[in-house]
């Protein structure tokens, strides 16, 4: 465990940040007298803490496991943290910490459904303490639960994939249902952990059947979502990207999540690329208006060739994998949550198109398995890499958390079900 230093009253003397590509445009001559709590610091708390060197503020970042991040040179103390799923321990362990640190009104970061879920419970608790950009438990819900997602996107008009709710095993087996079908758990956090699956495909009657018996013996019946399957997998995957308030996007990207492990049904992108299509924020900002949404999201669509049209597929209501995609694109999602925290004003008019995100760790396996399935001809993987990117986690002015991931890369990959 490492302690914390001169963890206070930063001067940013850094002059007015601006770009002829995008109209970006903001001042970081500021002090700030708090600081960043990072919850988990695998790449995307990494990422998190990368994001946020330029404003030279502190970052604490805290785990249950080991992490990379930990070993980060911006990283100015890591402790381990009880389990998020035993939430009063987790809250009680912040709000220690912030007494023993001193680290009133620093702003905390989830990267995690769990901890999304934490710290939504418990935002009034915690906001003695800290500056929790987390909406409360009746907006967070709506992104959390995926049966609350569909039900308000239906009554908004947003579309999504054809989707049931059965209440047992009867009203399933006496449907009539067209195959291929999709298998989910509305609730992710109590599903993945034991299955590593983000759902399954069923192509049968049988199929059906077996599958939600299995999830049914590890989550609730009111839980399966059953729903059509989109085909064209990855390729057809893409997310609008905000830091949405006060009813309006404050800054955005949207990206085309053309590779994704696994490539079926993903756990984690391992390849983005941005990309303008309108028509997605129109769909976003109709239902993060909505809930009156604040913080940071990615909502994520599909592509469905059948009828040309962009479905809904789920919100994370927290930062997600490939965040720092952003920063290079002229976006940096943590900065400006951080300045929106703290009262700082900025102004972003759009971000660069073609920039890449690419996480080797799980790339280059999805990569090779792609290949071998003649899927992917290597000439097109090298071609998707070429030109401006942002590796998930390799970066030279931080490189020591970069080479702890690759000598415990197997260690990773296996706790991650690859």
Not at 64 to 86: E, H
Not at 119 to 131: D, G, I
Not at 276 to 305: H, Q
Request: hydrophobic share 40%; proline share 5%; charged share 25%.
């Amino acid at each position: 465990m490492f302690g914390t230093k001169n963890i206070t009253g930063y001067r940013l003397n850094k002059p007015e940040r601006k770009s002829k590509v995008i109209g970006i445009s903001y001042m970081r001559d500021t002090i700030y007298s708090s600081g960043a709590l990072i919850i988990g610091g695998d790449f995307q708390g990494l990422g998190i803490v990368h994001n946020l060197a330029e404003l030279h503020v502190p970052v604490i970042v805290v785990d249950t496991v080991l992490c990379i991040s930990k070993y980060s040179r911006f990283v100015q103390g890591y402790y381990k943290s009880p389990p998020l799923a035993d939430g009063a321990a987790f809250t009680a362990f912040l709000e220690q910490l912030a007494i023993n640190q001193k680290l009133k009104n620093w702003v905390v970061y989830p990267t995690t459904d769990e901890a999304l879920y934490v710290l939504s419970r418990n935002k009034e608790r915690l906001s003695r303490y800290y500056l929790i950009p987390t909406p409360e438990w009746e907006i967070t819900q709506y992104a959390y639960d995926k049966k609350l997602t569909y039900q308000l996107a239906e009554k908004l008009n947003v579309p999504v994939p054809k989707t049931f709710f059965f209440e047992n095993e009867e009203q399933l087996t006496s449907a009539n249902l067209d195959f291929p079908l999709v298998l989910k758990p509305s609730i992710k956090d109590k599903f993945f952990p034991t299955t590593k699956l983000k759902a399954v495909q069923a192509n049968n009657k049988n199929e059906l059947i077996h599958f939600y018996k299995y999830m049914t013996s590890i989550i609730d019946k009111s839980e399966v979502i059953v729903q059509e399957l989109i085909t064209g997998g990855a390729d057809n995957l893409y997310s609008f990207c905000s830091l949405f308030g006060d009813g309006k996007v404050k800054a955005k990207i949207i990206a085309k999540r053309q590779r994704q492990h696994p490539m079926d049904f993903g756990r984690a992108t391992t390849f983005a690329v941005t990309c303008k299509i309108p028509e997605l924020e129109e769909l976003a900002v109709r239902i993060l208006k909505e809930i009156d949404y604040y913080g940071l999201s990615e909502v994520e669509f599909m592509y469905d060739d059948k009828n040309k049209t962009y479905k809904l597929l789920e919100i994370n209501a927290r930062t997600w994998g490939w965040h720092t995609l952003g920063s290079k694109a002229g976006v940096n999602f943590s900065e400006l949550l951080f300045m929106d925290m703290n009262h700082q004003s900025f102004y972003i008019n759009g971000f660069e198109e073609n920039v890449k995100w690419i996480r080797m760790l799980t790339d280059v396996p999805v990569v090779i398995s792609e290949i071998l399935k003649k899927r992917l001809k290597p000439s097109d993987y090298f071609r998707s890499i070429s030109g401006r990117k942002q590796f998930a986690v390799y970066s030279s002015k931080d490189p020591f958390p970069f080479i702890v991931e690759i000598l415990l890369g197997p260690y990773f990959l296996y706790k991650r079900g690859f």
